[in-house]
């Protein structure tokens, strides 16, 4: 059975890890920083000086370091390519993603969550007088420790493509994604991504480290939630970088 030590050494898999730690600090600080009255372009702003103070040199998806989408805006999915962050304000009670993409030496973070507001700053899931958050955010919770518990090495991207959306479905949720993938590889070139998608009979044991990030939105829901992490396996077990 591969592992993910026989074909990336650990120097390499420290150097992803700080940049992924650095993700985890941005997105603790945003939960202090992101109040009602800010818009997406100055969370997005100050999301990128505070990546540039931790020592983040470069964002690898299209040189953007947050994609920053609030309220209903949250179902948009959209290339960075295409992206542009607006002057929508976060309300009282309300919904922000964010998703960032920092690197230093070509080596890559890939991290996403979705912020409650509460009486307008960021609060716990619970605390949302909006049901259709507080129950989209448990089911991403629910989604990511499934996918956990079946997948394997073995396993080819298009088995948990399938079986994945069909979770999701069940659950009453729809995967927003304008690709309709549910992860990819994390590479050195953005063209060289594998995702997880229909057609694809790669092998998660043929690649390192890979995202998990579904997009979800209630079937007939307002909202769009995000939770992403980078996965790898070790010694045949599945692990959170």
Known sequence: MTSVKKYMNTEDLKKYKKVQTISREIIQFLRSFIKEGQSEKEIAEEAEKFMKQKGINSYWYYN???MVFVGKRTTISISGKDYQPTDLKVKSEDLVTVDLAPEIDGFWGDYARSFVIVNGKVGETEQSKIPEIVQGINTETIVHKEFQNFIKEEMELQEAYAKMNLFIDKLGFENLDFKKNLGHSIEKNIDDRKYIEAGNNIKFGEIDLFTFEPHLKKKNGYYGVR??????????KIQIL
């Open 64 to 66: 953007l370091g947050a």
């Open 227 to 236: 939770l992403e992490n980078i996965y790898y396996f070790n010694k045949g």
